[in-house]
C-alpha cells in the first residue's frame, strides 16, 4: 500500500505524511530528498528526472510507504501506483507564515525567491506547481482522492484520512479497520 500526500508548499504535506507513515506503521519518504542532491545550502541542485523516477520506483518496489510532496510529471505510472493521494490545502497566508518559520529554523534565514514561489501557488502566475495544475493532475488519477484544508490540528487529518480511506487499503493495515466518517474531507473515487 502507497499513499501519496500533496499539495502546496507549507500545506503541511511532510507533518501528515510523517503522521500517516506512524499511524499506519508505513516507512516515510520525503519527494524532496528524492527530487533534490543532497548539497549545502539546500535545495539548490536538481537531481536528472531519469535518476529521481529511479529512486522513486524504487521506495515503491520496496513495501508499503507514505510519500510527502510534489511527483506530478515525474511518470503516469509510477503517479497512478498510489492507492490513496491525499491533497492538502491551506489558505496563501497560512502557508507563507509556516514556510517563513521553517526556513528560519532550517536555515536561520528567508530565502524570499522561494517564498514568493510559494505564495503565487493558488493564482500560478509562475513556473512550476499551482493549485490549477495540482487538480488537474488530481482528476488524472486513478486511486481515490482525499482533499483536506490543513488549518486543523495533524491529529484530526489523519482521522480525517482513516475515516475516508477505502475500506480494502486500511484493511491491509496493521492498525485494523475504519473507525467511522469524517465530514472534514472531500473524497473522488
Partial sequence: MHILVTGASGSGTSTLGQALAGEFELRFVDADDIYWLPTKPAFREKRDAAERLA???HVLM???????????????NVEDSFD???FL????????SRLRERELARFGHVN???IAWAAQYDVGTMEGRNLNR??????KRHCPVVHLVSTVPVGALVAAVRAQAPNPFIEQTAKGPLRGRSSAAHVRR
Fill in 112 to 114: 524570499e525567491e522561494f
Fill in 84 to 86: 490513496l493521494i491525499v
Fill in 55 to 57: 529512486l522513486l520506483r
Fill in 89 to 96: 490545502t491551506a489558505p496563501a497566508e497560512v502557508r507563507v
Fill in 62 to 76: 520496496s513495501g508499503p510507504a507514505v510519500i510527502a510532496g510534489s511527483i506530478m510529471g515525474w511518470d503516469s
Fill in 134 to 139: 495540482h487538480l488537474a493532475w488530481l482528476a
